[in-house]
């Protein structure tokens, strides 16, 4: 397993930008695919954007395409969420997960972040 937390959530306005970061320890993180995602109260987890390995493969949710920028340094073990355009449905816990590129499912999770955005 390789612990991974979660951190830069916090209040804002609709518009106003913010940057997660999930860091991560032990050199197995070199070779996860991490990915983001959130829940709103009352809803179900939903995906938000995920990057491989070596970051050449990002994928987004329809709903954040445009706004939100994954990225990664694998040489600080982290994983950042740039989320730009911030509205208020963005409000949620937002989760890091973290697998094995040859597995399918994710292995580690965080313990969460609170992004909320008033309008």
């Known amino acids: 397993q390789v612990p991974l937390v979660e951190s830069g959530g916090g209040l804002v306005q609709a518009g106003d930008s913010l940057r997660l970061s999930c860091a991560a320890s032990g050199r197995t993180f070199n070779n996860y695919v991490v990915g983001w995602f959130r829940q709103a109260p009352g809803k179900e987890r939903e995906f938000v954007a995920t990057i491989s390995v070596n970051s050449g493969s990002l994928n987004y949710a329809d709903s954040v395409r445009g706004r939100f920028t994954i990225s990664r340094d694998n040489a600080k073990s982290t994983v950042y969420l740039q989320m730009n355009s911030l509205k208020p449905e963005d409000t949620a816990v937002y989760y890091c997960?973290?697998?094995?590129?040859?597995?399918?499912?994710?292995?580690?999770w965080g313990q969460g972040t609170q992004v909320t955005v008033s309008s």
């Open positions: 997960a973290g697998r094995y590129f040859f597995r399918s499912s994710y292995d580690d």
